[in-house]
């Protein structure tokens, strides 16, 4: 480590996405909520009752939170339903998008539940209305369903139904079908501050996880590009690694403490900080080379300014993103398990090799 730079605090947790699984008993919302989001999440966490038939099930070190209210019984009062559900959806804590299910081939959507979607509509968080265990878009029944929901103009996400199967089914020969879409949804009507939590629990979808690691490695560019002197960089790069980790379940220390010990990011941060690398040797090939093309060049090509820290925490947090992405899809769909030393050295490995190009191209830039 350089001497010269501060120590970095631990990286801050994300808030926590919460879900809210609304529905009658067997429509299919615990296989739909474990398809996408691959824990058993309901069945193992730990319930905690928030009100009469609704538990929250939370799981340290995950990074969701399920408000599951098991199975509404239409035939009670229902504006002690509405009021029970409207409870457990405070007492829940903040919770950021509902899923109201109706299974797609009921055939019936009754006024009593056209009223609760519009009191649940009126709390605040999105309802997405979602048709589960539908044997088929084009099936008749899933199409008279969904156009009868669609006139009555309920106050819905994107003002349709999302229609789903979860569970493919050999003998009826039905597939997955409808999730991705749900997901996206469920992505944009969340409010962007879950969003990371929402990308690091889904499970089904390695675009998002690519989408949101990118965005994490471009704001901690942005924030560090432009600075006169890149004093906030270590931090900086250690929530950026703690973040782009968490989206593909590696754990959070295991990203820290790789990021401590790999020498190229330490020598990378020493030259941004002082400009040189004299008084650390040629310590790699890939730093060596850089060395050397920069006294050729006669430049100081903008090192040690805020410019070069935002354009190689880029390189560096793209490195990152292919490193935790490749032992995410490895051991998909288990969850990632890496040594410390294994990861350590594959980031080393990487960014000796990848770092000369993208240097040259940055030296022909400035
Ligand atoms: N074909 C098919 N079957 C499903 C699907 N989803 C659930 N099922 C079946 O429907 C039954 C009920 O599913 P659950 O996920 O337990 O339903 P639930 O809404 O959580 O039920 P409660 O917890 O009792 O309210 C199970 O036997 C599932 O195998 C689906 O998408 N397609
Ligand atoms: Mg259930």
Known sequence: MNPAEPAAPGPVAPPRFTLALLGATGVGKSTLLNTIFGADLAATGIGEPVTRGSHLYRRPGHHMAVLDTEGLEYGRDAGQLASDLADAIRS???VHVIWYCVRATDRRFTDVEADLVRQLADLGPPVLLVLTRSPDPAHGAVVELARHIDSLALPVWDERCFEVNAQPDRFAGTDQHGLLTLLEATNAAAPAGVRLALAAAQRL????KRESADACVDRASKDLSGRALPRALRTRWTQMFADVALVYGLPKDLAVSAAEATRELALLRAWLW???LGS????SVALGRMAVGKRRSGRADGMGSGLSAGIV????G???VDVCEEAYLAAYPEPPT???AVFTAEVSHRLSEQLPAHLRLFRRRT
């Open 338 to 340: 890496l040594q410390r």
């Open 280 to 283: 650390w040797g040629v310590p």
């Open 318 to 320: 793209a490195t990152w």
């Open 92 to 94: 829940a804590g903040p």
């Open 205 to 208: 979808d390695a675009g998002l």
């Open 313 to 316: 925490t880029r390189i560096v």
């Open 274 to 276: 002082t400009g040189q």
